[in-house]
Nanobody, 111 residues
Framework: QVHIVESGGGLVQPGGSLTLSCLVS????????IVWYRQVPGKRDEMVAT???????VYAESVKGRFTASRDNEKNMAYLQMNSLSPEDTALYYC?????RGPGTQVTVSS
């Protein structure tokens, strides 16, 4: 059974940084890409970043240059390093692979 869980969210001031983690178990983690999404009530979920099975990355224009996605296949973990955060980045962030998604971790950017 696949289990995906995110962690690392929280409250941060504008300009601050956070690193989100995504732990995947019960899946052939190394063979699949990981996609990070963010969810804001009343809006369509936004793809934030993708890290492919080979480690390649793709970013939304809104986060390019500020966010960095990575993965550690030995630990079945994916990461999203977020810098220069602004209130517009406030959202529930979740990771997803071919087998499913996690419940998400809340990121709130506010002074």
């Amino acid at each position: 059974q696949v289990h995906i869980v995110e962690s690392g969210g929280g409250l941060v001031q504008p300009g601050g940084s956070l690193t989100l983690s995504c732990l995947v178990s019960g899946s052939d983690f190394r063979f699949y890409g990981i996609v990070w999404y963010r969810q804001v009530p009343g809006k369509r979920d936004e793809m934030v970043a993708t890290v492919t099975a080979g480690g390649g990355t793709v970013y939304a224009e809104s986060v390019k240059g500020r966010f960095t996605a990575s993965r550690d296949n030995e630990k079945n973990m994916a990461y999203l390093q977020m810098n220069s955060l602004s209130p517009e980045d406030t959202a529930l962030y979740y990771c997803q692979n071919v087998d499913g998604r996690g419940p998400g971790t809340q990121v709130t950017v506010s002074s």
